[in-house]
């Protein structure tokens, strides 16, 4: 992996090392990098400054009003390697592939017709 900058690579290294030098002042919770200390922040302080531009809700993060946005554009990234269903986040995509799991497992306890412990 590269990095532009000699930062970058630091605030890299902090994942393997497990250094977390910010540390919120409010809760004592610790971060490897400042801008998650300042999401962090976010939950102490209600700030939500991300809008979105269809219908004015408010997000405390940038990532979450992403997410958001593709209820608007019909967008769904993510599909299910199984039937082919597609989500708008990866998430809903995880607890989706439960189904299959669980469907699974059921049919496997039932072999001609007996069922199976």
Not at 15 to 26: A, L
Request: hydrophobic share 30%; charged share 20%; net charge positive.
């Amino acid at each position: 992996m590269a990095f532009a900058k000699a930062a970058y690579l630091k605030n890299h290294g902090r994942v393997h090392t497990g250094e977390k030098p910010f540390k919120c002042e409010v809760c004592g919770m610790r971060f490897a990098q400042g801008p998650h200390l300042k999401n962090h922040e976010r939950i102490h302080t209600g700030e939500k400054p991300y809008a979105c531009e269809v219908c004015d809700k408010v997000f405390s993060r940038h990532s979450t009003l992403w997410n958001h946005r593709r209820i608007h554009t019909g967008e769904k990234p993510y599909r299910c390697d199984v039937c082919g269903s597609a989500f708008s986040q990866s998430g809903y995509t995880v607890a989706h592939g439960l189904h299959w799991v669980n469907l699974a497992i059921s049919v496997t306890y039932y072999v001609f017709g007996y069922k199976i412990y």
